[in-house]
């Protein structure tokens, strides 16, 4: 079992940076590879990114890549998104997500625990 708590959202000016925390319970936290995915207002929940339970591995949506960086800390069961040149669509609320049997998948299906979000706003 594993629980997560995201913090770190916010609201920002288009241009600036967040950087979002998921703290996760549990011994096993690094067996398990960690995602973030998103979901506006009205919409479906979108994969954002994906890390390995290693970190070696890690991968990003299309719309997110070369602005938004994540890592993980298993000393700390964290998992971080950085996330940089922020623009009014990344507004959300974004989802960390535990992968207990893959490498980090960007399908949400795919993910046995989620946290319970934190927003993020960006402002134009």
């Known amino acids: 079992q594993v629980q997560l708590v995201e913090s770190g959202g916010g609201l920002v000016q288009a241009g600036g940076s967040l950087r979002l925390s998921c703290a996760a319970s549990g011994r096993t936290f690094s067996q398990y590879a960690m995602g973030w995915f998103r979901q506006a207002p009205g919409k479906q929940r979108d994969f954002v990114a994906a890390i390995s339970w290693s970190g070696v591995n890690t991968a990003y949506a299309d719309s997110v890549k070369g602005r938004f960086t994540i890592s993980r800390d298993n000393a700390k069961n964290t998992v971080y998104l950085q996330m940089n040149s922020l623009k009014p669509e990344d507004t959300a609320v974004y989802y960390c997500?535990?992968?207990?049997?893959?490498?980090?998948?960007?399908?949400?299906?795919?993910?046995?625990?989620w946290g319970q979000g934190t927003q993020v706003t960006v402002s134009s």
């Open positions: 997500g535990a992968d207990a049997y893959g490498l980090g998948s960007p399908s949400e299906y795919e993910y046995d625990y």
